[in-house]
């Protein structure tokens, strides 16, 4: 079956401006993850979907970052007045309830390039 | 809160030879370990996980890993390296109370030399 989807897969982008990333989950996971893999930090978090429960939002670095998720379904990470601290690679993961762990299934991820 | 610690950013080891990554982490609550690979310019694929129950588990790919609670270690095996065995592997701990998100320690490249 189709896994999770990312678009762009690239995008290059002028300092200031607004950036919209896409993630597309597996169909009928209940949970969404947003995680930045950069040089200088690493992998980390970002924001987290649970089905219809408000989104865990402790992993986002600054209130220029802001994700939704509608319809349960696609996910669309914004970030407003991007900074060159910015360049990374997002990367999305979906997942579903399997056995005693949930099992997150990862995007190629949206290489984000600030200028 | 929640750490993982992996030793080495950089593993050399010839075709044919052991792999072995080690992976330390710390956790509050009894946690579920996870090992990833990434490909070159991909995202991040599951090797194996540890949840409850049996501590040797068994991946994909001819790897393992063995949880040792006493140790907080979670390292990552595999007895004879192939060179498609090169990339990146990152260990993570998930918290089963906090949503689940994981916790990556820096990631460990691993080149095979034929």
């Known amino acids: 079956g189709a896994g999770v989807s990312q678009s762009p897969s690239n995008k290059v982008t002028e300092k200031g401006k607004d950036v919209e990333l896409r993630c597309d989950p597996i169909s009928g996971h209940t949970a969404l993850y947003w995680y930045r893999q950069s040089l200088g930090q690493g992998l980390e978090f970002l924001i987290y979907?649970?089905?219809?429960?408000?989104?865990?939002k402790s992993g986002l670095p600054s209130d220029r970052f802001s994700a939704e998720r509608t319809g349960g379904s696609v996910s669309t990470l914004t970030i407003q007045r991007t900074q060159q601290e910015d360049s990374a690679v997002y990367l999305c993961a979906s997942s579903s309830y399997q056995g005693a762990a949930y099992e997150q299934y990862f995007g190629p991820g949206t290489r984000l390039t600030v200028t | 809160a929640q750490s993982v610690t992996q030793l080495g950013s950089h593993v050399s080891v010839s075709e044919g030879a052991l792999v072995l990554l080690r992976c330390n982490y710390s956790?509050?609550?009894?946690?579920?370990l996870f090992w990833y690979v990434q490909y070159p310019n991909q995202g991040l694929q599951l090797l194996l996980k540890?949840?409850?129950?049996?501590?040797l588990v068994k991946g994909i790919n001819g790897f393992e890993a063995e949880f040792k609670k006493s140790e907080t270690s979670f390292h990552l095996t595999k007895p004879s390296a192939h060179m498609s065995d090169a990339a990146e592997y990152f260990c993570?701990?998930?918290?089963?109370?906090?949503?689940?998100?994981?916790?990556f320690g820096g990631g460990t490249r691993l080149m095979v030399k034929p």
């Open positions: 993570a701990v998930s918290d089963n109370n906090a949503g689940n998100m994981l916790t």
């Open positions: 540890y949840t409850t129950g049996a501590t």
């Open positions: 956790s509050s609550v009894p946690p579920y």
């Open positions: 979907f649970q089905g219809n429960s408000a989104p865990d």
